[in-house]
């Protein structure tokens, strides 16, 4: 399994925006699917942003489409989340994830290895 470790969470006021950022141990991304999932208070946690290199592909949330953007650096070993217009209802947990394979996906079934999570709040 992987090690994946978040950063860049916090409090930012509706319309604003937040990078997340996800150290992965072992780079795999060219092997493994990594992908952006959050869980808010009461909620399952969902997908909201997967990238798969080795078929070149990302896939987006209905509710972060064009306003999210995932991606890497591989000199980092790093995945990042940009978050812009964020709002309210953006609030929660966010993890970052390993893939079980190289395809793209928003199914935490689909994963297995996950990160301590970052909390983002949007508030006024």
């Known amino acids: 399994q992987l090690q994946l470790v978040e950063s860049g969470g916090g409090l930012v006021q509706p319309g604003g925006s937040l990078r997340l950022s996800c150290a992965v141990s072992?780079?795999?991304?060219?092997?493994?699917?990594i992908a952006w999932f959050r869980q808010a208070p009461g909620k399952e946690r969902a997908g909201v942003a997967c990238?798969?290199?080795?078929?070149?592909?990302?896939a987006y949330a209905d509710s972060v489409k064009g306003r999210f953007t995932i991606s890497r650096d591989n000199a980092k070993n790093t995945v990042y989340l940009q978050m812009n217009s964020l709002k309210p209802e953006d609030t929660a947990v966010y993890y970052c994830?390993?893939?079980?394979?190289?395809?793209?996906?928003?199914?935490?079934?689909?994963?297995?290895?996950w990160g301590q999570g970052t909390q983002v709040t949007v508030s006024s």
């Open positions: 072992r780079f795999t991304l060219d092997y493994r699917a």
């Open positions: 994830a390993g893939g079980r394979g190289r395809l793209c996906s928003l199914d935490r079934t689909d994963f297995d290895s």
């Open positions: 990238l798969s290199v080795t078929f070149a592909g990302t």
